[in-house]
Antibody, heavy 117, light 107 residues
Framework: EVQVVESGGGLIQPGGSLRLSCVAS????????MSWVRQAPGKGLEWVSV???????HSADSVKGRFTISRDNSKNTLYLQMNSLRPEDTAVYYC???????????WGQGTLVTVSS | DIQMTQSPSSLSASVGDRVTITCRAS??????LAWYQQKPEKAPKSLIY???SLQSGVPSRFSGSGSGTEFTLTISGLQPEDFATYYC?????????FGGGTKVEIK
């Protein structure tokens, strides 16, 4: 079965760091485009970052310089390193395969990140 | 950034109804548009890509149309399991952007 499963969310203070993980099964992460999308409580969807099969990355302006997307090919796992977290980063973070040129499927179940003191 | 505007933001409908949701892009995006369904506390699910191509496993009562700046998602014969929030998403240009969502509720 093709699926992705996220983990690593939690409560973190403003200015702190957190690393999210996304383990894929049924397909090879490094052969695909992979992405993170987030959803603030009660709000809509916001694209965060993408890593292409070649390794290049691209991120939304709202997280550029603070968040880094990466992958571990040996673990078939995608990561999102989040630094300098702000209250407005509070959201459910979804991992998803990005079918070129740019639609998402499948999505993981999401992991909640809460930034609060 | 390309702004995606959905209308209506919510609607009430009955089982068996035909429902149409509109998505407008702030600039032309050809057919680079996807639709998703999201149920409460669940992850989004892909329904349609390339404006009108049905994702594998999605019932044929769902259909999409449009190109350029105006798109529609139609549900022909609403079923109880279709009550959810629907989002459009453009992938013509980065940043990838989503519409604000349309909540389909039971009348």
């Amino acid at each position: 079965e093709v699926q992705v499963v996220e983990s690593g969310g939690g409560l973190i203070q403003p200015g702190g760091s957190l690393r999210l993980s996304c383990v894929a099964s049924g397909f090879i992460v490094s052969s695909n485009y992979m992405s993170w999308v987030r959803q603030a409580p009660g709000k809509g969807l916001e694209w965060v970052s993408v890593i292409y099969s070649g390794g290049d990355t691209h991120s939304a302006d709202s997280v550029k310089g603070r968040f880094t997307i990466s992958r571990d090919n040996s673990k078939n796992t995608l990561y999102l390193q989040m630094n300098s977290l702000r209250p407005e980063d509070t959201a459910v973070y979804y991992c998803a395969r990005l079918w070129a040129p740019g639609w998402f499927d499948p999505w993981g179940q999401g992991t909640l990140v809460t930034v609060s003191s | 950034d390309i702004q995606m505007t959905q209308s209506p933001s919510s609607l009430s409908a009955s089982v068996g109804d035909r429902v149409t949701i509109t998505c407008r892009a702030s600039q032309g995006i050809s057919s680079w548009l996807a639709w998703y369904q999201q149920k409460p506390e669940k992850a989004p699910k892909s329904l349609i890509y390339a404006a009108s191509s049905l994702q594998s496993g999605v019932p044929s009562r769902f259909s999409g149309s449009g190109s350029g700046t105006e798109f529609t998602l139609t549900i022909s014969g609403l079923q109880p399991e279709d009550f959810a929030t629907y989002y459009c998403q453009q992938y013509n240009t980065y940043p990838l952007t989503f519409g604000g969502g349309t909540k389909v509720e039971i009348k």
